[in-house]
């Protein structure tokens, strides 16, 4: 690439747009250069917020823009194959949303394409660059709580939105598994590997999707991964990991920059705190950044075969659950 500076554009213009577009501005190697909407409005709107030079009123618009490297993602998860498709058809590199597509036929076919074009493509899974989640992959690899017995993952909050709402509604793709779950399962998936055994049960919404779940990974026939993701109700978003010699405690909003702290069983106690720069998406877009100068077609940190393997656990969970998003899964 002749420019040493990443050019972003950014489609849709809602919640994470705004927190990612905020990351943006302390990323050394990039620059945000275009936002698309539906509605032009939005998009002026957002454009002048963040000082962005360009603004559309269609995501094919912008994806025209020859000035575009990068494009962000930013819409609901039933969209996110066919815009990131469109991407690469212009030509752009891609940084998609979690989930990668609703399904694993979806994320196999984004992540073919990119192949073929030889273009970048990255899940936007945030909390893998955080130096918390890091730190944490770090203690339990090393052995220092010894070996892992228990883990407890909770993401759990009421949603004050309505049916039609993308939490809910079965046409978007609605449900806690794909939408907050997707950490929890994430965070077992990276630090134990891939479950032996799993059960999984749902609260099913009159729409079918989950408004609650809880799914249970068995490693090792004695180590349990237990795990529950809801828009029913407010409790910790906690992370606790279990180990023979001690435990890892990542607290409240566990999936988000915070502490790391390490209890030993002879009594002793260790915190470990980070410097964060922005809100933490600065981390996914520093790598994007950096992958796309080097050439790359993928991360090494969040790789295709990651995403793939997550979008594989969720599909097994959704099909334990009898949940199907009846447009996608064919
Ligand atoms: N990484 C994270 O921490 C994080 C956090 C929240 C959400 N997410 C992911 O980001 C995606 C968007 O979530 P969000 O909370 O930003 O959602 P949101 O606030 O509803 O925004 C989604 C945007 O997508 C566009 N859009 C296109 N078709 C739409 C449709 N049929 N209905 C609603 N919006 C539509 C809209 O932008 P325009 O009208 O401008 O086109 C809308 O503002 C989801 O896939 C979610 O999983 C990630």
Not at 262 to 275: A, K, P, Q, S, T
Request: glycine letters at 8%; hydrophobic letters at 35%.
């Amino acid at each position: 690439m002749e420019n040493q500076c990443i050019k972003w554009g950014i489609i849709g213009t809602g919640r994470i747009a705004h927190t990612f577009a905020t990351a943006l501005q302390v990323v050394t190697n990039s620059e945000l250069a275009a936002v698309g909407s539906r509605d032009m409005e939005k998009a002026t709107q957002f454009a002048s917020e963040f000082q962005i030079p360009k603004a559309y009123g269609s995501y094919e618009d912008l994806m025209k823009d020859p000035e575009v490297d990068v494009v962000y993602i930013a819409t609901p998860h039933n969209l996110h194959e066919t815009n990131t498709l469109l991407a690469l058809n212009h030509h752009k590199h891609v940084l998609c949303e979690k989930p990668m597509g609703v399904n694993l036929q979806e994320s196999t076919r984004m992540i073919e394409k990119a192949k073929t074009e030889n273009l970048f493509l990255m899940e936007a899974l945030w909390s893998r660059f955080l130096p918390n989640i890091i730190k944490t992959k770090e203690i339990v690899t090393s052995g220092e709580i010894g070996e892992v017995k228990l883990m407890t993952v909770f993401f759990s909050l009421r949603s004050k939105n309505g049916p039609e709402h993308r939490h809910f509604n079965i046409d978007l793709c609605g449900g806690s598994i794909l939408d907050i779950g997707i950490y929890n399962i994430f965070l077992s998936l990276f630090l134990l590997g891939k479950p032996q055994q799993f059960t999984a049960i749902a609260g099913l919404s009159e729409q079918g999707g989950d408004n609650s779940s809880s799914y249970t990974f068995r490693y090792n026939n004695d180590t349990l991964s237990v795990m529950y993701s809801s828009f029913m109700g407010e409790s910790p978003i906690v992370a606790e990991i279990h180990g023979t010699k001690g435990k890892v405690t990542l607290e409240h909003l566990w999936f988000c920059p915070g502490k790391v702290k390490v209890n030993y069983l002879d009594g002793r106690e260790n915190i470990f705190e980070f410097n964060v720069k922005s809100n933490g998406y600065e981390y996914e877009a520093e790598e994007v950044a950096t992958c796309i100068l080097a050439g790359k077609t993928q991360s090494d940190l969040w790789s295709w075969s990651d995403s793939k393997q997550l979008m594989s656990m969720m599909d097994a969970i959704r099909k334990e659950c009898g949940i199907t998003y009846p447009a996608h899964d064919k």
